[in-house]
């Protein structure tokens, strides 16, 4: 327990515990009033199908702008947000947010374009998820296709009964589900197959490993994705040369550096509007700076 003083009249807690947990209430308090207060941003990146260069969707991965212009990374907020329960309120921002943005670039004449959203544990079991993502598609009148889902392997191994009949629900809306960070956990078999995710990706880990001439993972991943009639993506492609092994390996889709780091949606507009929604192949174009 932390030891308790009075020092110049303030009350004082006692070092490391302490302070790090009264940084922890401040740093919850500023969070709970940036999303009330729609301070939070999201960036959006786009993911390639491998074989014809095409813009297939982009994933809404969240920011938090600080007033000197610095931006916080997720990583560094939503473990917080997911323990204190903020998570929800922002998931419902980020749903909102990224449902506007479609129905934006559906005016804007970049209709079909999906996006992927990042759904953490809390927010995955939480009873208000199905009528949550119902309510915003209708709302924007957003194709249910237009919305993929994606939970990280471990989230997806937790309670396998629940979580299958989560993802079902998912599927009778008609969005489509992402297994994240494919490759860290240890699902079984037979357990993916009863799955029925869309799409499995492949964490950077195993990506970042092809430069020193490891493929075995990606290799596996991409062979037991298509065995299961489930799409295979790359994460953290950085080098062609990566995006050549992928492409040979016969890998569906990537997402990384060497086409576009995350981008605010008008940026991302732009780049999309000048590549016309396709890359070329041997000649990545030069990548969004954020
Ligand atoms: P993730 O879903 O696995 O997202 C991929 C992360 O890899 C992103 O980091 C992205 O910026 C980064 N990345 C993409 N391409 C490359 C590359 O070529 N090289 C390298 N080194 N990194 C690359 P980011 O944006 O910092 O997000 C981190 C994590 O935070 C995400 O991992 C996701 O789990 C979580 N997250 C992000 N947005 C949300 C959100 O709205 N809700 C929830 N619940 N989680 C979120
Ligand atoms: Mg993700
Ligand atoms: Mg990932
Ligand atoms: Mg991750």
Known sequence: LAKQGMRGGLLWFSPSMSSASRQ???LLNDLELAIGGNQLTVHYQPQIELQTGQVIAVEALVRWPLPDGQLIPPDQFIPLAEQSGLIIELGEWLLDT????????RDQGLG????AINVSM????????I?????????YLIPPELIEVEITESVAMRKPEDVIARIDQLKRLG?????DDFGTGFSSLAYLQRLKADRLKIDRAFIRD???GETSIAEMVINLGHKLGIRVLAEGVEFPAQAAILRSLGCDEAQGYLYAKPAPAELLTLWLQETGQSIDNDQPPSSISP
Do not use: P, Y
Not at 122 to 129: A, E, K, P, S
Not at 131 to 139: F, G
């Open 112 to 115: 079909g374009l999906r996006v």
């Open 131 to 139: 009528d949550l993502l119902a309510e915003a598609l209708r709302r």
């Open 98 to 105: 990224v449902c506007k943005q479609i129905a934006t670039w």
């Open 122 to 129: 809390v927010q995955f079991n939480h009873d208000g998820l």
């Open 24 to 26: 922890r209430l401040s």
């Open 210 to 212: 092809m430069g020193t």
């Open 175 to 179: 969005v489509q589900v992402a297994i």
